[in-house]
């Protein structure tokens, strides 16, 4: 079956395009990608055996909400050419879009015209995003329309999924029906990010803490980084590392400057999937410092689950996603946007490593219960569901 993906991002640190790509390419599936990359190429590049068509590059630093709709627009417009123009020489049976934005998947109508059924797949619920990345208010009118534009795209869609139950819950009271709806969460591929040893501390070795991922407000790493300041009498060893990009990513350094914490704060680029293993497992703890409130609080980050699947202790905010899916013996909660909380964590797992050894014990609880190998058997019954009639009626033909 030919299948085709369309997001708004880069295939290559995109984690959840890169899980879909390799379990349908591992069930004997064509896989093609139209997203971002650089440079922009007029061909595909072909990467772990998918055809990936780099159409627009992307600006992070967009100055605000018509920036930011500005380059939407633009890949919009490419999209529905390249896809129109793939569909016709390829034929799809699936045409799977990965939010955001949610109007992007109407560039997917000469695709269903020509046959092919269409999957929106919601990573984060648009109006919310929309409210936390420019401060607007939930009454505002691009909110409003944000919402309305949100209801055509799920009944739009031949079928939705996103990534909680909360955000179901929530899509399924505003904008498309129960059975309309799924949950696949974004979890970690599990013969990438496999268990790993406990990392014993040395006494008078470096203390390492990692995050990795996007760099912005949300994700609450300015906190992070202020609370290693808070532990730098206590912890002389304390290293924190970053991995990653975004749109804080220059405040966050000028922050380290400014807490004269160049020492203790290393920064490096974001890493493509596979290769996140071997960059984090050294690392002593793990942290998740996302910020509470709207949007943020009710995201699931991919890297606490990562970090959960390698069995680094985890450290993560008690936001109301955490504490809806994460077992207690299983991280290390701490109250959202406190930064001396978080400090006190950290400095309590650094003093106690059977502490540490419990939460790399108890990692697995959560594995056990939501894990790919379970999670992709959702996706590949929802696509048997979406093509079957189309099976039988080929039968039929023939």
Not at 28 to 54: A, E
Not at 296 to 317: D, F, H, N, Q, R
Request: charged residues 20%; aromatic residues 12%; positive net charge.
């Amino acid at each position: 079956m030919r299948i085709c993906m369309i997001g708004y991002t880069k295939f290559e640190s995109d984690g959840r395009l890169h899980r879909y790509a390799m379990s349908l390419l591992s069930q004997g599936h064509s896989v093609d990608i139209i997203g971002l990359g650089h440079p922009v190429q007029k061909t595909p590049v072909n990467i772990d055996g998918v055809n990936v068509y780099r159409i627009q590059s992307r600006d992070f630093q967009e100055s605000g909400p018509l920036s930011y709709l500005k380059h939407l627009l633009i890949f919009f417009g490419k999209s529905f050419f390249v896809a129109m123009w793939l569909q016709m020489k390829k034929q799809y049976r699936i045409v799977h879009f990965h939010n955001i934005p949610n109007f992007g998947i109407f560039c997917t109508i000469p695709v269903k015209l020509l046959g092919a059924k269409i999957v929106l797949d919601i990573h984060d619920l648009v109006p919310e995003f929309y409210m936390r990345k420019f401060n607007i208010n939930g009454n505002a009118w691009i909110i409003i329309l944000l919402k309305w534009i949100e209801k055509l795209s799920c009944r739009y869609a031949d079928h939705v999924i996103t990534v909680t139950e909360i955000w179901r819950q929530k899509l399924i009271q505003r904008s498309t029906r129960e059975n309309h709806c799924s949950v696949i969460m974004n979890l970690p591929i599990n013969t990438v990010f496999r268990k790993q040893p406990l990392n014993p501390h040395i006494k008078g070795n470096p203390f390492y803490l990692t995050y990795h991922g996007n760099l912005a407000e949300q994700t609450g790493v300015d906190l992070l980084i202020r609370a290693v300041g808070e532990l730098i009498t206590r912890i002389p060893d304390i290293r924190l590392q970053i991995l990653g990009g975004g749109r804080e990513e220059e405040a966050y350094r000028r922050l380290t400057k400014m807490l004269d914490l160049d020492k203790y704060v290393i920064f490096k680029k974001n890493l493509p999937v596979i290769e996140l293993t071997n960059a984090v497992k050294h690392a002593h703890i793990s942290v998740d410092p996302k910020r509470q409130g709207v949007y943020a609080g009710e995201t699931l980050s991919v890297k606490a689950m990562e970090y959960l699947a390698l069995g680094i202790p985890l450290i993560v905010a008690k936001t109301k996603a955490a504490f809806y899916y994460f077992p207690e013996e299983s991280v290390y909660f701490f109250e959202p946007e406190n930064i001396h909380a978080l400090a006190e964590a950290i400095f309590d797992l650094y003093q106690h490593p059977e502490k540490r050894r419990k939460l790399h014990v108890h990692s697995d609880d959560f594995n056990h219960k939501y894990n790919w190998e379970e999670a992709k058997q959702v996706y590949f019954s929802i696509l048997s569901r979406l093509t079957s009639p189309q099976l039988r009626s080929e039968r039929l033909s023939n």
